[in-house]
């Protein structure tokens, strides 16, 4: 197993246990909605309200004890009571939406539930609900994963346990905020979260991923911190299940769970979470339907029925004096023992306050009703719960602002800012357990073909579509296929066909842990899976769901968590597969025989991720700028089209394509077409592979090129170093036409080689094409190999980097046909110039010259760019030594300021603007080409276009055009 590094953390490690300590000692010092451990809270911009938006507050002043007094008992019960809704566009006339306004207003609810919804639908709800509540509702949803598990269209979180796997508890609270401040949006006023169970059941069916961890510790820790991030937004959070539902193998939904550990066991474990946070200042709980025959005088009672359970324990022995909520009511651990109206009253005498989804609200009232006035609960009992509720709605301002501002949400839900937390912590939160064959970073060319296989155990034969859609972003070949419910057997050996020709099996599990449905692979599937992880070939897990899935297959030579499978949870996991992404999860779980709380192998990133430009602290409003320079550009003529690429800090947050190939507007721009590059060969190509022979030490910068090139020794050239061409300083002329007389590589060579000096060596700048042919054929002499081979063999095959070419015309048509041409030539009669080499001397050298010839699209430049930026590594692979970039790509030259081969950013007046460091170094390309790169910032700014077309007479502003976008892309960083 290759581990770059290797890490375990026990339960007494140094990160948690210093902030666990700091966070414990003032939990045991005071009693507070909002501890301030030593810990700096992140923060989190505010959206941007306009002012047309804003709606007043109404300001009204609720006195509690005087509003309870001057209730009835009908309206105290029906307070205690929460019902369900679903927030989708319903009509008026609905009659489902007329029994629930009837509800409401004729049993004087106190709350609603909402399940699953969209944003408007059910603000919109919300509003037509509170309009026939006397009392305004208090508004409440379960928003573990974020507000996204209910509602659509807002942002969704990773979920407990892979927001434990990142080892950050920033993340917890940051995940708390975002969720608070869209749920306090949406006009929710309470969300069911955090879950504070413990996980150390792995059959456990219906917790699982939804906890922090096994780690008592680790829950607590975690737990936390979202707990606060939620209450920091005004919002209160409710820890659950009480006292405890990880350790058990029985859903509550379909059945009673019976634990039948002792209080010391107990104790010691599952209440630690709850004892700690409530010593917080911790306000809500959550009850568990779950039995404890050996703590409780009860033996078959549920928890939330339980008086020894939530009397004894919760409030009496931990001391807790918040709102007891229940679980939902409706759930079968309740329903196949007791009515509705006995499981309120029983929850009522055990110690609960909000009765959750009674399945019959109205049959349940009565009885409870009938309950008081028979004396089996007294008035007092019920007032107790509805001081509670009534309190808890004044601190929360719901008698002043109960509607929602329909106005508001689409500047305050699913906001960039709030899209890039949940970005990072579910790339954070990937967790690789096993990398047999160094197998992760995934590269192309040692792994041809994947097979990519979307194990789901549901029968929509579109599982893991996105999985594959992503794959195929970082590999060229990637044969996709599901295996769920509905497998055929045909279909089943179309997927062992598949394997023998791959040499990549990736199985991604798409087994989730979902109520009524096992969390198990069936084994069925399994057969197979394990017929593919034994075909010896190199295999992978990657678990989208339950993490416990690895355990069924632990012959595959990679495993790695990725917690959830939804579609932006894939999105950001993908790229660690490639090594696009940094992975430094730890396992909050124990696998006996596997793995432990703590496991976890680190890798850095070393290959470009496709990212957002959020989450590279950019921000895109800013970017769309870039749209308008360039529709000026190609309205004004400048070039027909062209493309634009933007990379920082490792991802490639733009690439758009912008107009046509030519002006007949037929065809447009993709993001992927290629360009002739012009005399960005000088650096992409002749200047690279000068840094790796002398990385290689095969050559010296202070070498003479009389050593390599013999018409160089004599006494006007033999002073002319390999850094004088580098530098443009050799003395020889900016280029001679040579191609009116000359016809042949040969012959132009050889021109070349003889050709006078304008200046004697190292005392004139000129920029010269000759320079970089001579340097061209210096790396033949000395490699062996033609300069488009030994650049491709050494750096762009290896890179990935497949639409990089000289003469990509001689590729294939799939190349060909991306390229958009760059000029109608009729001094040489070649008619239209595209996919051939647009210098003219170039083309005369058969399309492989020093100076010109490379095409490349945006994406390989941008690869290219990250290399040089990460200290010469790409793909897990050391291509050239940090000192030797450095070397080439700092200011050389005492005459201007060059580097080694590569242009810097000049005084005045610069083509990578005015806001790029002085840093910053690139090329230009005559075609309308150029790469900026900022090494202060990490950032690469790609510009490829064709403004030589039709003619050279074109495009003149190319130079303004190049700095507008340089500019704009360094006003879009976050400041």
Not at 818 to 841: A, K, L, M, N, W
Request: net charge negative.
């Amino acid at each position: 197993m290759s581990r770059l590094i290797i890490h375990k953390l026990s339960r007494s490690t140094l990160l948690y246990s210093l902030l666990l300590f700091s966070l414990l000692i003032v939990m045991s010092s005071c009693k507070t909605t909002e501890p301030t451990p030593e810990f700096t809270y992140p923060l989190l911009p505010v959206p941007s309200v306009p002012d047309d938006t804003l709606t007043e507050r109404i300001e009204m002043d609720v006195d509690v004890d005087s509003l309870l007094s001057e209730m009835s008992l009908d309206e105290k019960i029906g307070q205690l009571f929460v019902v369900p809704a679903f927030g989708s566009f319903t009509n008026d006339r609905d009659p489902e939406l007329l029994r629930l306004k009837r509800i409401i207003s004729k049993y004087h609810i106190g709350g609603v539930l909402f399940f699953r919804g969209d944003i408007y639908g059910q603000a919109m709800l919300t509003n037509q609900l509170q309009s026939v509540s006397k009392i305004p509702l208090w508004i409440s949803q379960d928003m573990e994963f974020g507000a996204a598990m209910r509602v659509s269209g807002t942002t969704r979180i990773t979920p407990a346990m892979g927001v434990a796997a990142t080892n950050d508890p920033a993340n917890a609270y940051l995940k708390g905020k975002v969720t608070a401040r869209e749920a306090s949006a949406l006009g929710v006023h309470q969300i069911y979260a955090p879950v504070l169970d413990i996980n150390n059941n792995s059959e456990n069916p219906v917790i699982n991923v939804r906890s922090f961890s096994a780690d008592r510790d680790i829950v607590t820790l975690f737990g936390q911190y979202l707990i606060n991030g939620i209450e920091s937004e005004g919002v209160l959070a409710t820890a659950k299940h009480f006292p405890g539902h990880g350790d058990t193998d029985t859903d509550s939904h379909l059945a009673l769970p019976v634990i039948h550990h002792d209080y010391a066991r107990l104790d010691s474990l599952e209440l630690y979470p709850f004892r700690k946070t409530i010593q917080n200042g911790l306000r809500s709980i959550m009850s568990a339907h779950i039995a404890f025959p050996n703590i409780s005088d009860n033996l078959d009672m549920p928890g939330t029925l339980d008086e020894s359970i939530l009397n004894k324990i919760l409030i009496d022995t931990l001391g807790f004096n918040g709102l007891v909520v229940t679980d939902g009511l409706d759930m079968q651990g309740i329903t196949d023992n007791f009515s509705p109206g006995e499981a309120v009253v029983l929850s009522l005498l055990a110690g609960a306050d909000k009765m959750l989804i009674s399945p019959d609200a109205m049959t349940a009232i009565n009885e409870v009703k009938r309950a008081v006035e028979s004396g089996r609960i007294s008035e007092e009992r019920i007032d107790q719960s509805v001081r509670k509720i009534l309190t808890l709605k004044k601190e929360h301002r719901v008698f002043q602002n109960h509607m929602v501002d329909l106005d508001v949400l689409s500047h305050q839900i699913n906001t960039p800012e709030y899209q890039t937390v949940a970005d990072k912590i579910a790339r954070e939160s990937v967790t690789l357990l096993k990398n047999d064959r160094d197998i992760i970073p995934i590269r192309d060319v040692d792994r041809l073909k994947i097979l990519a296989v979307a194990l789901a155990d549901d029968r929509s034969g579109a599982t893991g579509t996105s999985f594959a859609r992503e794959l195929r972003k970082y590999h060229n070949s990637v044969s996709f296929h599901v295996l769920d419910q509905r497998t055929s057997s045909e279909e089943k050996t179309a997927i062992l066909n598949a394997a023998n020709d791959a040499d990549l099996i990736i199985i991604g599990s798409f087994i989730i842990v979902r109520s009524h449905q096992p969390m198990q692979v069936q084994p069925e599937q399994l057969a197979l899976l394990r017929q593919l992880t034994s075909l010896n070939k190199p295999s992978a897990v990657v678990a989208f769901g339950n993490p416990y899935v690895v355990r069924d297959l632990p012959g595959a030579d990679v495993h790695m968590m990725a917690w959830s499978a939804d579609n932006n949870q894939v999105v950001q996991s993908v790229p660690a597969l490639f090594g696009a992404a940094d992975i430094k999860g730890k396992l909050p779980i124990n696998m006996p025989g596997l793995y432990e709380i703590g496991d976890g192998i680190e890798m850095k990133q070393s290959v470009v991720r496709l990212d957002r430009p959020e989450n590279a602290g950019m921000v895109t409003d800013s970017l769309l700028h870039i749209d308008m320079i360039m529709q000026q550009a190609i309205d004004d003529s400048v070039f027909p089209g062209g493309v634009v690429g933007v990379m920082r800090k490792g991802s490639m947050v733009w690439n758009n394509a912008y107009g046509y190939h030519d002006y007949t507007k037929t065809r447009s721009v993709k993001n992927d077409d290629v360009y002739d590059l012009a005399s960005l060969t000088k650096a992409m190509a002749t200047t690279t592979s000068i840094m790796k022979l002398v990385d290689d030490g095969l050559i010296d910068i202070d070498d003479p090129v009389a050593a390599y090139i013999s018409e160089f020794d004599t006494d006007e050239k033999r002073d002319i170093t390999i850094e004088h061409l580098l530098l443009h300083t050799s003395g020889l002329p900016a280029f001679k036409v040579y191609v009116d007389k000359l016809k042949t590589r040969a012959e132009i060579i050889d021109a070349v080689r003889n050709e006078p000096l304008e200046a004697a060596p190292g005392e004139k700048y000129t920029y010269s094409d000759l320079g970089f042919i001579l340097l061209g054929e210096i790396i033949e002499e000395v490699s062996g190999l033609r300069l488009n081979q030994y650049v491709r063999t050494n750096f762009f095959y290896p890179m990935g980097m497949y639409s990089t070419h000289f003469n990509p015309k001689n590729i294939g048509r799939w190349m060909s046909s991306r390229i958009p041409p760059t000029e109608i030539d009729i001094t040489y009669s070649r008619g239209t110039v595209q996919g051939e080499v647009h210098d003219e001397r170039a083309w005369f050298m058969d399309g492989i010259a020093g100076h010109a010839g490379l095409f490349a699209p945006t994406r390989d430049i941008a690869k290219y760019a990250y290399m040089l930026l990460n200290s010469g590594v790409y793909g897990g692979h050391q291509y050239l030594s940090p000192e030797v970039i450095e070397l080439f790509t700092g200011r050389r030259s005492q005459i201007n300021k060059r580097g080694y081969g590569f242009d810097r950013k000049s005084e005045g007046f610069s083509t990578a603007g005015e806001l790029t460091s002085e840093r910053t170094f690139g090329h230009l390309g005559f075609t309308g080409t150029s790469l900026w790169i900022d090494p202060d910032e990490e950032i690469a700014i790609i510009l490829l276009t064709n403004r030589t077309y039709p003619s050279r007479t074109y495009g003149r502003e190319i130079s303004r055009i190049r700095a507008k976008i340089a500019d704009a892309v360094m006003n879009s960083l976050e400041k």
